[in-house]
């Protein structure tokens, strides 16, 4: 019963990130890819799912821009026994920081030069703070209800 909890978590995981487009490339441990349009080329970010210790999934990832690792330093663990509903918020939440700081990465900016508050493509960008506050408001939401979920398990 529990390696079945254990895999369902990990399949909430996998099939989260699947439904983002990142692609599996390797089984045991889960890696799992995606590119990215930089001024570069396309650049690949790589998110890797281990078993960690003490019956949790460990996700961490890569994402490499002027020599430093943008993912660096926001490794989630998911217990195995987690609500599937909570796996779920905390992947989504996970992969919208992953992608708001690949998205800031130098080169992904160089391909995007566009001012906050100018035209692109017919549409007027906010300011470049309102985009930003608009990303964390979304994670610090999702925090909300990861939070409100884990009192009601508590209860």
């Given at each position: 019963?529990?390696?079945?909890?254990k895999q369902q978590?990990?399949?909430?995981?996998?099939?989260?990130?699947?439904?983002?487009?990142?692609?599996?490339?390797?089984?045991?441990?889960?890696?799992?890819?995606?590119?990215?349009?930089?001024?570069?080329?396309?650049?690949?970010?790589?998110?890797?799912?281990?078993?960690?210790?003490?019956?949790?999934?460990?996700?961490?990832?890569?994402?490499?821009?002027?020599?430093?690792?943008?993912?660096?330093?926001?490794?989630?663990?998911?217990?195995?026994?987690?609500?599937?509903?909570?796996?779920?918020?905390?992947?989504?939440?996970?992969?919208?920081?992953?992608?708001?700081?690949?998205?800031?990465?130098?080169?992904?900016?160089?391909?995007?030069?566009?001012?906050?508050?100018?035209v692109l493509e017919?549409?007027?960008?906010?300011?470049?703070?309102?985009?930003?506050?608009?990303?964390?408001?979304?994670?610090?939401?999702?925090?909300?209800?990861?939070?409100?979920?884990?009192?009601?398990?508590?209860?």
């Open positions: 019963m529990k390696e079945q909890l978590v990990l399949a909430i995981i996998v099939g989260k990130m699947i439904d983002a487009g990142w692609t599996v490339l390797g089984t045991a441990p889960k890696v799992m890819n995606k590119f990215f349009a930089t001024a570069v080329g396309p650049k690949e970010a790589q998110i890797r799912i281990d078993e960690g210790s003490e019956e949790k999934w460990w996700v961490n990832g890569w994402y490499w821009s002027e020599g430093n690792n943008v993912l660096a330093a926001m490794d989630i663990y998911i217990p195995s026994d987690m609500d599937p509903e909570l796996v779920a918020l905390k992947v989504d939440a996970y992969l919208v920081d992953a992608e708001m700081r690949i998205g800031s990465s130098y080169a992904a900016r160089l391909l995007h030069p566009v001012q906050p508050g100018k017919g549409e007027v960008l906010p300011p470049e703070s309102e985009l930003m506050s608009r990303g964390r408001q979304l994670l610090d939401d999702i925090a909300s209800e990861i939070r409100a979920i884990e009192n009601i398990g508590r209860r």
